[in-house]
């Protein structure tokens, strides 16, 4: 398979840990939270193994390239329209998210305006730019980024003030039936591999998904779900964490580098996070721009 696809799932999962997952799934805590998850990550794998099925059986092939060629012109056009529609929105979603982080706890005297129309103006660059381009920018910023985070993640894990207990307490609420929007909620960190719908174009080799790709895949979701549910119930307690708004803000806003530049976390955390959703982004308008053209 690719190392694309890799990456725009993982920027997809990035993008989501710091955003409105973890307030969704918290919100439902004690509602089929785990078994949502549990379903979700069973879906994700099987959803990619079927995208990428169908994509290797036409190297080089975009979605409207394949639904121009198979689809009569009545339904091959608002077909298109709703999934350009829907990418819009997907970058939109994190794009609010995003910019309501940044006005509360970076720059709370700024006017959310001047946010958005900075975060739009940057991004207007990424539209434009060639969709090999945007594959190799994807990677150089990854490549420079998923380090850092790993190092941010793995000191999280072991910081003392982690309560094993906590977690432990949540687990007990495994007996609840799946919720759909939990469940729909965790299948979306899957979801960046649907970009390969346009960026197919520059695969010009049949990819392949079988069993290692899928441990792959599985591995790198369960990792992402299970720090995004749990760890800031370790950090913050089982009880009232749905009322909070951010909870992963609230979680490394507890963590201290002692003999760091900057003692306090949250400000890089925030800033490297600031920088996947900006490409998270860039990437699902680049691929919306070109299904509306």
């Given at each position: 398979?690719?190392?694309?696809?890799?990456?725009?799932?993982?920027?997809?999962?990035?993008?989501?840990?710091?955003?409105?997952?973890?307030?969704?799934?918290?919100?439902?805590?004690?509602?089929?939270?785990?078994?949502?998850?549990?379903?979700?990550?069973?879906?994700?794998?099987?959803?990619?193994?079927?995208?990428?099925?169908?994509?290797?059986?036409?190297?080089?092939?975009?979605?409207?390239?394949?639904?121009?060629?198979?689809?009569?012109?009545?339904?091959?056009?608002?077909?298109?329209?709703?999934?350009?529609?829907?990418?819009?929105?997907?970058?939109?979603?994190?794009?609010?998210?995003?910019?309501?982080?940044?006005?509360?706890?970076?720059?709370?005297?700024?006017?959310?305006?001047?946010?958005?129309?900075?975060?739009?103006?940057?991004?207007?660059?990424?539209?434009?730019?060639?969709?090999?381009?945007?594959?190799?920018?994807?990677?150089?910023?990854?490549?420079?980024?998923?380090?850092?985070?790993?190092?941010?993640?793995?000191?999280?894990?072991?910081?003392?003030?982690?309560?094993?207990?906590?977690?432990?307490?949540?687990?007990?609420?495994?007996?609840?039936?799946?919720?759909?929007?939990?469940?729909?909620?965790?299948?979306?960190?899957?979801?960046?591999?649907?970009?390969?719908?346009?960026?197919?174009?520059?695969?010009?080799?049949?990819?392949?998904?079988?069993?290692?790709?899928?441990?792959?895949?599985g591995g790198m979701g369960f990792f992402v779900l299970f720090t995004t549910y749990f760890i800031p119930i370790g950090f913050i307690g089982f009880d009232g964490i749905e009322d909070i708004l951010y909870p992963w803000i609230v979680t490394t806003d507890s963590i201290r580098m002692k003999f760091?530049?900057?003692?306090?976390?949250i400000f890089i955390f925030l800033l490297i996070f600031l920088a996947i959703a900006f490409l998270n982004i860039m990437i699902h308008w680049h691929v919306s721009l070109k299904f509306f053209q």
């Amino acid at each position: 398979m690719s190392r694309f696809v890799y990456f725009l799932i993982t920027t997809n999962m990035i993008a989501n840990i710091a955003a409105s997952l973890p307030r969704v799934l918290l919100s439902g805590s004690n509602n089929g939270a785990i078994t949502s998850m549990a379903l979700a990550l069973i879906f994700g794998v099987f959803a990619t193994w079927s995208v990428i099925r169908l994509l290797s059986s036409f190297p080089g092939k975009t979605l409207p390239e394949l639904m121009e060629t198979y689809l009569s012109k009545w339904l091959f056009v608002p077909l298109l329209l709703f999934f350009a529609i829907n990418w819009y929105v997907s970058g939109l979603a994190t794009l609010i998210t995003y910019s309501d982080i940044l006005l509360r706890y970076l720059t709370p005297e700024m006017s959310i305006y001047s946010i958005v129309g900075t975060f739009i103006l940057f991004i207007t660059f990424g539209l434009v730019m060639k969709g090999r381009s945007v594959l190799y920018t994807l990677e150089i910023i990854l490549v420079l980024l998923v380090p850092i985070i790993l190092y941010f993640l793995l000191k999280v894990y072991l910081d003392r003030q982690l309560d094993w207990d906590n977690v432990g307490v949540a687990i007990m609420n495994v007996n609840s039936f799946p919720n759909y929007t939990l469940f729909t909620a965790s299948s979306y960190i899957f979801l960046g591999f649907f970009d390969m719908l346009y960026f197919n174009k520059y695969i010009k080799k049949k990819m392949k998904f079988g069993i290692k790709e899928g441990l792959i895949v599985g591995g790198m979701g369960f990792f992402v779900l299970f720090t995004t549910y749990f760890i800031p119930i370790g950090f913050i307690g089982f009880d009232g964490i749905e009322d909070i708004l951010y909870p992963w803000i609230v979680t490394t806003d507890s963590i201290r580098m002692k003999f760091g530049v900057v003692e306090r976390i949250i400000f890089i955390f925030l800033l490297i996070f600031l920088a996947i959703a900006f490409l998270n982004i860039m990437i699902h308008w680049h691929v919306s721009l070109k299904f509306f053209q």
